[in-house]
């Protein structure tokens, strides 16, 4: 099946520092990627949907010139989040569409990262 | 715009006993999809079922299963004879076609031996 690697499952920074998280599909292309943040006890909040070649597509409330996301290739995609500040610690999620057997699509998700900044 | 609601936030029981999760949806889509997820611990999401739009069949799947009734929007989720390694945080999540999930706050289940 679709298998979604996210790296690192850990982090830890200083504020101030930038973090890069990596997503890559290992066995299907994925043109689109969404990038989740999950705060303690909380649910999964979108941050993000990138499609591969093109710019990301921001929610509302979510800076983009904090959180920066490529997706230049089918098979990746990366957030980094620059100048980090301990707010910004938090469980980040990645996620693929993947075609789906049948009609429509499903989701793969990465293992997530737990960043902290100190 | 798209909503998920689990009113439970948290459930307790004992191993062995049935639990139901309830998960309540918004769309204006005509298709759509629902999920649930199991999340534990270690924070990874497990995947549990898809379900599209236009199929109301409820499934089965060894001790879970899922009952889908459009007319009351609900997609619920039912844990038979419960075991301690069910405790986790269960999502119910809605997708458009193709597009993001958007996600309900989840129910923390606590099965106590």
């Known amino acids: 099946g679709a298998v979604v690697s996210q790296h690192p499952s850990r982090v830890i920074c200083k504020s101030g520092t930038s973090v890069k998280i990596e997503c890559r599909s290992l066995?299907?292309?994925?043109?689109?990627m969404f990038w989740y943040r999950q705060f303690p006890k909380q649910s999964l909040m979108l941050m993000a949907t990138?499609?591969?070649?093109?710019?990301?597509?921001?929610e509302q409330g979510v800076e983009k010139d904090k959180f920066l996301i490529n997706h230049a290739s089918l098979t990746l995609s990366t957030l980094t989040v620059t100048s980090a500040h301990p707010e910004d610690s938090s469980f980040y999620i990645c996620?693929?569409?993947?075609?789906?057997?049948?009609?429509?699509?499903?989701?793969?998700f990465g293992s997530g990262t737990r960043l902290t900044v100190v | 715009a798209q909503k998920v609601t689990q009113a439970q936030t948290e459930i307790s029981v004992v191993e062995k006993e049935d639990v139901t999760l309830d998960c309540v949806y918004e769309?204006?889509?005509?298709?759509?999809?629902l999920f649930w997820y199991k999340q534990p611990p270690s924070g990874e999401l497990v995947f549990l079922i898809r379900?599209?739009?236009?199929?109301?069949q409820n499934e089965i799947s060894g001790r879970y299963s899922w009952n889908f009734q459009k007319s009351t929007s609900s997609f619920n989720f039912t844990i038979t004879a419960s075991q301690v390694v069910d405790s986790a945080v269960y999502f119910c999540?809605?997708?458009?076609?193709?597009?993001?999930?958007?996600f309900g706050a989840g129910t923390i289940l606590r099965v106590k031996s």
């Open positions: 999540a809605l997708g458009e076609y193709g597009n993001k999930l958007v």
């Open positions: 066995d299907f292309q994925a043109t689109t």
């Open positions: 990138s499609n591969e070649g093109s710019k990301a597509t921001y």
């Open positions: 769309t204006r889509d005509t298709t759509y999809y």
């Open positions: 996620s693929a569409r993947t075609p789906n057997q049948g009609l429509g699509y499903g989701y793969t």
């Open positions: 379900r599209n739009s236009f199929d109301e």
